[in-house]
């Protein structure tokens, strides 16, 4: 059975597509057949006629799989605005059934799959023929949660209100992990332990500035992952 792990954050630029990639590439380096898979994807770029989408590329190159970045998401939009709007403005419709179906065939390559959302945990892929945000997603695709955040001011605010969105929608996050952390920065490490104090999950890891590996054990990494 493939084990996955969904990558949410407390809002957009955050960085869940840089703790992905670090996420994915840990997993490899412990020789563990690991993949990536995004249900939707804004802001791609084009480059000789083709749509590329660039958090993909990141995430495949950082983690060395040589796969093509366009097989790594179902909906790939040139308008870098919200899923459900983007979709809308270039004619498309975001539908439950081919996530599901590319995320079954994703599940045929890899033996765990770190799934990457979009935006913040509120985030709306489809508000025209049907309600879709992103908590349908991760409930369809029966997945627990990590939440990424910043360790910067405000993060202990943006932490608490999605630990607490998750819990009402009947997701169950595995932590936090806390992005741009300065561990000589006292205000960021009481953001650490109010973040723990005040939501009861565990910051898993931090990340400090530009770091290019993620400090976590295998143990660790492999109790983040749920069988689906």
Partial sequence: MTK???????????????????????MRDFGLNCGYYKPALSGAELKDG???????????????IA???????????????????????????????KILADFEKKKQEYDY????????????????????LLPDVIKMLELDV?????????????????????????????????????ENDFMQYDNKLQIENLTGEKVIAVVKEGEQELQIGKETLLSLFKEI
């Fill in 146 to 182: 990590i939440i990424v955040a910043n360790a910067e001011l405000g993060s202990i605010n943006n932490a608490v209100l999605t630990s607490e969105y998750i819990k009402n929608s009947g997701i169950k996050s595995k932590g936090f992990i806390l992005n741009h952390y300065d």
């Fill in 67 to 97: 796969s093509n970045p366009t097989d790594c998401a179902s909906y790939i939009f040139k308008s870098a605005v919200s899923p459900h709007l983007a979709a809308e403005i270039e004619g498309e419709e975001i539908k439950r059934e």
């Fill in 113 to 132: 799959l770190v799934v990457e959302g979009a935006g913040g945990i509120v985030c709306p892929f489809n508000l025209t023929s049907e309600k879709l």
């Fill in 4 to 26: 996955g792990l969904f990558v949410t954050a407390t809002g957009t630029d955050v960085g869940k597509t840089f703790i992905s990639a670090l996420l994915v590439k840990k």
């Fill in 50 to 64: 083709k749509l590329i989408p660039g958090d993909c590329e990141y995430v495949l190159k950082t983690a060395g």
